[in-house]
């Protein structure tokens, strides 16, 4: 099951810096924080993920509370192509047993 | 390389038919997963596959699904007798176990059951 909590919506204005939060109160140590993406009905897409560091690569920024309970994905410049929904997902190493569950997620809506 | 692929694109069919859903997953990558998407219940993991073997069908809805991965480059889903409760988007996707954390999606297989 889902092991985090997203707001159901959050609106966001063209240019501006979309903070999509995301709780995981119950992460282990060994799970990693990912986030992904699903624009309208086409296939979730990778964005970014981490353990404890804040990760930045060319479509966002990841940034894990010190006590790792919660996060942010940071999209900079929030573009109309940007609104889809947005999943953040805990999950420890494969060979472990761990799976992806994707829960509700955000739905992200960029407004001109 | 071509990504993940799955076939049909969509299927519409009746109440009662077997329905087959393929998946090829990208070289090289030893875990296989199914997921099917609705409005009322989301993305939900169906069953999931590593070097062939399923590890762990704990999401499969009901004896009438059923998934095999005869070898690393072909997976199926297979729902018999097919339900209009069936209906939603089935997706496949795969993975490399070091931990880059991209999972492939395929682009999906819409099914309508009347």
């Known amino acids: 099951d889902a092991k985090t909590t997203q707001p159901p919506s959050m609106d966001c204005a063209e240019g501006r810096a979309a903070n999509l939060p995301c709780n995981h109160s119950?992460?282990?140590?060994?799970?990693?924080v990912y986030w992904y993406r699903q624009i309208h009905s086409q296939g979730p897409q990778y964005i970014i993920h981490?353990?404890?560091n804040n990760e930045t690569n060319e479509m966002a920024s990841l940034i894990i509370t010190e006590d790792r309970k919660s996060s942010t994905l940071i999209l900079p410049h929030a573009t109309l192509r940007d609104t889809a929904v947005y999943y953040c997902?805990?999950?420890?190493?494969?060979?472990?047993?761990?799976?992806?569950?994707f829960g509700t997620g955000t739905s992200l809506t960029v407004i001109p | 390389d071509a990504g993940v692929i799955q076939s049909p694109r969509h299927e519409v069919t009746e109440m009662g038919q077997e329905v087959t859903l393929r998946c090829k997953p990208i070289?090289?990558?030893?875990?296989l997963f199914w997921y099917r998407q609705t409005m009322m219940r989301g993305l939900e993991l169906l069953i999931y596959?590593?070097?062939?073997?399923?590890?762990?069908d704990s999401g499969m809805p009901e004896d009438r699904f059923s998934a095999k991965m005869p070898n690393a480059s072909f997976s199926t889903l297979k729902i018999q007798p097919s339900e209009p409760r069936d209906s939603a988007v089935y997706f496949c996707?795969?993975?490399?176990?070091?931990?880059?954390?991209?999972?492939?999606f395929g682009e999906g297989s819409r099914l309508t059951v009347l």
């Open positions: 997902i805990v999950r420890g190493p494969l060979n472990t047993g761990n799976q992806f569950y």
């Open positions: 119950t992460i282990s140590g060994n799970e990693y």
């Open positions: 981490g353990l404890k």
């Open positions: 070289s090289g990558h030893d875990y």
């Open positions: 596959f590593n070097n062939n073997v399923p590890i762990d």
């Open positions: 996707a795969s993975i490399t176990p070091d931990n880059t954390g991209e999972l492939f």
